[in-house]
């Protein structure tokens, strides 16, 4: 890696607010839709690989470590482009999103939303999660 690279790096974490548990949330949004996919936790070491590698990398609490996005289902994330709000701390996602970004095999995270006073999927499965992940 060229020192220009690290120091792009450094600068960016520098501007970013980590909580007290290192970590900032991360909104992912596919670049040339707008559609928000997902939102996941990035810590210090999220945030470097994908700006190092330019695949989408998060933190996973429940399995308390760095993943790549996509390892296991193939359903990757190509950074486009890295945003930070105003206060630093919450991470906007430009990615270029291949396959379903949803564990659930929707496209999206956000398929639930009140109708007719009922919490209803709105958006449909597109692959059976167990064809993702073995299962």
Sequence with gaps: MTEQCQAAIDEA???IAFDA???VPA?????DSGEV???AWMDRDAVAETL???DVHYWSRSRNRLWRKGESSGQTQRLVDLRIDCDG????????QKGVACHTGRHNCFFN???SGKVKPIIPVEVDPKAL???
């Design 89 to 96: 701390d919450t991470l906007l996602l430009l990615v270029e």
């Design 133 to 135: 992940y073995g299962e």
């Design 37 to 39: 996919l997902m939102m």
């Design 21 to 23: 548990d290192g970590l």
């Design 113 to 115: 939303a009140l109708r």
């Design 13 to 15: 974490l520098a501007a």
């Design 52 to 54: 190092r590698t330019g």
């Design 27 to 31: 909104i992912a949004q596919q670049h």
